[in-house]
């Protein structure tokens, strides 16, 4: 069993800075991609940033500039700066990965989910 756990939202004011994390437990042989998204109250789930194992990133266009994702493989941990935030980030942001459980399958990669950390950014 894989789980994602999300933690570090919260409050902060316009133009502040939260650094949301999710570390992957269970069982785990390796974790290619792993991503952030977020959705906003009424509107669909959007994605926000991926990072994969060998460090490469990708942002969306709305947080380029403002977002960092990096991650630290030896604790399966994802992790997102998110700086001269506003309050359109206002959001549940949920963490996303590809994962592969055993070593004796290591080419099959299933989709995993957290449960998703608040960011909510006042004007």
């Known amino acids: 069993q894989v789980q994602l756990v999300e933690s570090g939202g919260g409050l902060v004011q316009a133009g502040g800075s939260l650094r949301p994390s999710c570390v992957a437990s269970g069982s785990i042989f390796s974790i290619n991609a792993m991503r952030w998204y977020r959705q906003a109250p009424g509107k669909q789930r959007e994605f926000v940033a991926t990072?994969?194992?060998?460090?490469?990133?990708n942002y969306a266009d709305s947080v380029k500039g403002r977002f960092t994702i990096s991650r630290d493989n030896a604790k399966n941990t994802v992790y997102l700066q998110m700086n001269s935030l506003k309050p359109e980030d206002t959001a549940v942001y949920y963490c996303?990965?590809?994962?592969?459980?055993?070593?004796?399958?290591?080419?099959?990669?299933?989709?995993?989910w957290g449960r998703g950390t608040q960011v909510t950014v006042s004007s």
């Open positions: 990072i994969n194992m060998f460090g490469s990133t």
């Open positions: 996303n990965a590809d994962i592969s459980p055993y070593k004796s399958t290591w080419y099959q990669t299933y989709d995993y």
